[in-house]
C-alpha cells in the first residue's frame, strides 16, 4: 500500500480547495426564464438585422424565432457558418419585456473585445432565439463562451459553451455538413 509524505499529503489537502473552485460554472435560468433549448444551428439564413452599438459590428443579424437547434451541445466547433446560442421563453403572466443578452469570450478583433451586449425584446407567451454567428475569422476563438439574459442587473439565464478547434468537434460537423467532413 502506497504511504503519501507528509509534504505530499499537505500538498494535496491544500490543492482540494482550489480544484473545487476551478471547476466550471453550471449554465442556469431563474423565473421568469425558461430554458427551452442550447446548441446549434448548422445554417442561419439572416432575416434582416439591427443596430446593436455594443457589438463588434454594431449590429447583429435577426433570424426566425421558431427555429429549433440542430443539434443540443455546450461544444461548439470554431467554424465560420456555425451558429449557438439559447432559446428560451417568459413563464406565463410574466408580460412583456426588454432584456440585456450578454456574450462574453476570449479576446477577439484588433481591439482583444471581450464582451458583447444587445437588449432584445421578450413578449410573454414566444420563445425567444438568440445566437452568436461564426461570420468572420477573427471570431474564430477557443475557449469559454458564456451567453447571458439579464434584466435590470440580475442575471436570468446563462448558458456555458466551450468552442473548440474544428478537429475537435467532428460529430458536429458531420451532423451539419455530412460525412464528407469526418473523413
Known amino acids: 500500500m502506497p504511504v503519501l509524505r507528509p509534504t505530499a499529503l499537505a500538498a494535496c489537502l491544500l ?31 439572416p432575416e434582416g438585422s439591427r443596430e446593436a452599438p ?17 443539434i443540443t451541445t455546450r461544444v461548439v466547433p470554431a467554424k465560420t457558418g456555425i451558429s449557438f446560442g439559447v432559446k428560451f421563453t417568459l413563464l406565463p403572466g410574466a408580460g412583456d419585456r426588454d432584456v440585456t443578452v450578454i456574450v462574453t469570450h476570449p479576446p477577439m ?3 482583444g473585445i471581450t464582451r458583447e451586449t444587445w437588449v432584445a425584446p421578450l413578449a410573454e407567451g414566444r420563445n425567444s432565439l438568440n445566437l452568436f454567428t461564426f461570420e468572420y475569422p477573427y471570431e474564430l476563438v477557443t475557449g469559454e463562451w458564456i451567453m447571458a439574459i439579464e434584466e ?32
Open 15 to 45: 490543492a482540494w480547495p482550489c480544484l473545487a473552485v476551478a471547476a466550471p460554472a453550471q449554465s442556469y435560468a431563474h423565473e421568469p426564464v425558461v430554458m427551452i433549448d442550447h446548441g446549434i444551428i448548422c445554417q442561419v439564413t
Open 54 to 70: 455594443d457589438t463588434i459590428m454594431g449590429a447583429i443579424n435577426l433570424v426566425g424565432q421558431n427555429r429549433e437547434m440542430d
Open 109 to 111: 478583433g484588433p481591439e
Open 152 to 183: 435590470g442587473g440580475e442575471r436570468l439565464m446563462e448558458q456555458r459553451f466551450e468552442v473548440v478547434s474544428e478537429l475537435a468537434a467532428p460529430a458536429v460537423l458531420s451532423v451539419c455538413y455530412g460525412q464528407d467532413f469526418v473523413s
